[in-house]
C-alpha cells in the first residue's frame, strides 16, 4: 500500500475519487455529488493548493483505495473527511490514511487533532 499527498498537479484523480466517495457514503461529506460535478478544473485544483490542507490517497496496486482530507481550522489541525472504497474496507487502509493525518499534524507541531464527523455518518 502507498499513501501519496495530492497536489494541485493531481486534480484529476481527485475529481475522479470523490464521486466514488460521495455515491458510496453520501452521508459523510458536507459536499454533494452535484457540488462536486460542478466544480471547475480551478476549484479542484485550488482544494489541493492550501497549504494549511492536505488530501492524502491510498494506493493498493496502483488502483486508489481510499482517502482522506486533513486541515486547519479555526488554528487547530483537523481530520474531516475520509473514505474507503468497500473492497478495501477491512485491509488496513483506513488505519494507514489516519496514521498519515497523524504525523502530518505531528510534523506540523499540533498538540492535538480534531475529528470531525457528519452527524448522519453512523458508521464513523
Known amino acids: 500500500m502507498k499513501i501519496a499527498v495530492l497536489t494541485p498537479e493531481d486534480w484529476q484523480l481527485l475529481r ?15 459536499s454533494t455529488f452535484a457540488a462536486d460535478n460542478a466544480k471547475t478544473e480551478a ?5 489541493l493548493d492550501n497549504p494549511e490542507w492536505r488530501t492524502f490517497v491510498a494506493f493498493v496496486d496502483g488502483e486508489p483505495a481510499g482517502m482522506v482530507r ?15 472504497d468497500q473492497q478495501f474496507r477491512g485491509k488496513s ?3 494507514r490514511l489516519i496514521s498519515s493525518v497523524i504525523d502530518w499534524a505531528r510534523l506540523e507541531g ?12 453512523s458508521s464513523a
Not at 475522479?16 to 458536507?30: C, N
Not at 476549484?43 to 482544494?47: A, I, K, Q
Request: net charge negative.
Open 16 to 30: 475522479q475519487i470523490r464521486p466514488r466517495a460521495l455515491a458510496d457514503t453520501p452521508d459523510a461529506f458536507t
Open 43 to 47: 476549484d479542484w485544483r485550488g482544494l
Open 70 to 84: 486533513a486541515g486547519t481550522l479555526e488554528g487547530r489541525k483537523g481530520l474531516f473527511s475520509m473514505w474507503v
Open 93 to 95: 487502509v483506513g488505519d
Open 110 to 121: 499540533a498538540p492535538s487533532l480534531y475529528l470531525e464527523v457528519a452527524d448522519l455518518n
